[in-house]
């Protein structure tokens, strides 16, 4: 049974494309938008996307980011159930978030490996999948984040500000050092973005949204999910008519 609940306190109405604009003109009448392992004393924000879902809405939020003037860092799961970066369709997508001036980091799911063991290990398959990142987008990849931290391994006793060379975004310092807000889950987990900002913040601040939430129109975000899962099958199913529509064959059925 699909979870209920359109509580006012989650604050739904935020989490669309107006709404994203509008945190942004907010974000850049205070802050400089850095990279990950910036060494800035100004203001700034560190912009962070952690794509779990769609490439398609990360590259559609991108745009309006870019149109903005604004720029951010883009992490991409190797690993994701909800889209493949080696197919060219995403592949192209996830180039175009590079070519819109977005740097591209590495969603890291240390669920996939349940035998990881320390150190040693974490930071062997980090440079494995950050050198295959780089290979498929042919963009260079300088900073990592965890997917779903906690969930199999203890992954935030791993704070080493870098691991294997890439700026680890729950490192000690970033983590001591700068605000943080979020909209994990569809909902504010914290703080409300729109609220900081009003309230004023510190020299320095992390946001993590998640491309998938902000959608046109506001909706619960177990619908978001199933408009993107839904999209994605629905274009699945079209590349198998269109394939069998050019090799002249029946479709049968």
């Not at 004393?41 to 912009?47: F, N």
């Not at 779903?148 to 006793?157: E, I, M, T, Y």
Request: glycine residues 6%; hydrophobic residues 40%; neutral net charge.
């Amino acid at each position: 049974m699909a979870p209920s609940g359109n509580a006012p306190d989650f604050n739904f109405a935020d989490f669309t494309e107006r709404g994203y604009r509008t945190a942004l003109g907010a974000a850049q009448a205070r802050y400089r938008f850095e990279s990950f392992g910036t060494r800035s004393t100004k203001p700034h924000v560190l912009w962070r996307h952690d794509v779990d879902y769609s490439v398609h809405r990360a590259a559609r939020i991108a745009r309006l980011e870019a149109d903005a003037g604004a720029t951010a860092t883009y992490f991409l799961l190797l690993h994701s159930p909800f889209y493949n970066l080696l197919e060219r369709p995403v592949t192209e997508l996830a180039r175009s978030i590079a070519s819109c001036g977005h740097r591209i980091g590495l969603h890291f799911d240390s669920a996939f490996y349940p035998d990881l063991q320390g150190m040693d290990d974490l930071a062997e398959l980090l440079l494995h999948e950050a050198a295959l990142l780089e290979r498929v987008l042919e963009v260079p990849v300088e900073a990592f984040s965890f997917h779903n931290p906690g969930l199999v391994h203890d992954d935030l006793a791993f704070d080493a500000d870098k691991i294997a060379g890439l700026v680890n975004a729950y490192g000690r310092t970033l983590r001591a050092q700068y605000g943080y807000v979020s909209d994990s889950n569809g909902y504010w987990r914290f703080r409300r973005l729109f609220d900081v900002r009003r309230e004023g913040e510190g020299e320095r601040l992390h946001v993590l949204t998640h491309p998938v939430w902000w959608q046109a129109e506001p909706m619960a975000p177990r619908e978001r999910i199933a408009r993107s899962v839904t999209g994605r099958a629905e274009r699945t199913l079209r590349d198998y008519d269109d394939l069998l529509a050019r090799a002249a064959r029946r479709n049968i059925g």
